[in-house]
Nanobody, 124 residues
Framework: QVQLVESGGGLVQPGESLRLSCAAS????????MAWFRQAPGQEREYLAV????????YNSNSVKGRFTISKDDAKHTVFLQMNSLQSEDTAVYFC?????????????????WGQGTQVTVSS
């Protein structure tokens, strides 16, 4: 099974940008559709974006459409989340997720593999 490790979180000011990375390792690391979720304190884990195994199909949550962009580098087995125009309400723990079926990545309950999460804090 694939393992996921996120990086790139941190403290930024409102309006700034941040890019998260998720490195996949293990058997068949490129055979999974990938996604980003986030979870703020006291809230449910929220789907943000999904990218298909081939990278040809991308889905974005309406909550972050136009500000967040998911992409992947198959050679490095890495998925990215570029986050622009960050606001305080974007403060959360951000999780990378993987599943052989992209359709399982739109809700947390059906995800097969999770990373450990990385904290993003947006504050002045």
């Amino acid at each position: 099974q694939v393992q996921l490790v996120e990086s790139g979180g941190g403290l930024v000011q409102p309006g700034e940008s941040l890019r998260l990375s998720c490195a996949a390792s293990g058997r068949g690391a490129n055979d999974y559709a990938m996604a980003w979720f986030r979870q703020a304190p006291g809230q449910e884990r929220e789907y943000l974006a999904v990218i298909s195994r081939s990278g040809s199909t991308i889905y974005n949550s309406n909550s972050v459409k136009g500000r967040f962009t998911i992409s992947k580098d198959d050679a490095k087995h890495t998925v990215f989340l570029q986050m622009n125009s960050l606001q305080s309400e974007d403060t959360a723990v951000y999780f990378c997720a993987a599943d052989p079926k992209a359709s399982n990545l739109f809700q947390s309950q059906t995800v097969t593999v999770w990373g450990q999460g990385t904290q993003v804090t947006v504050s002045s």
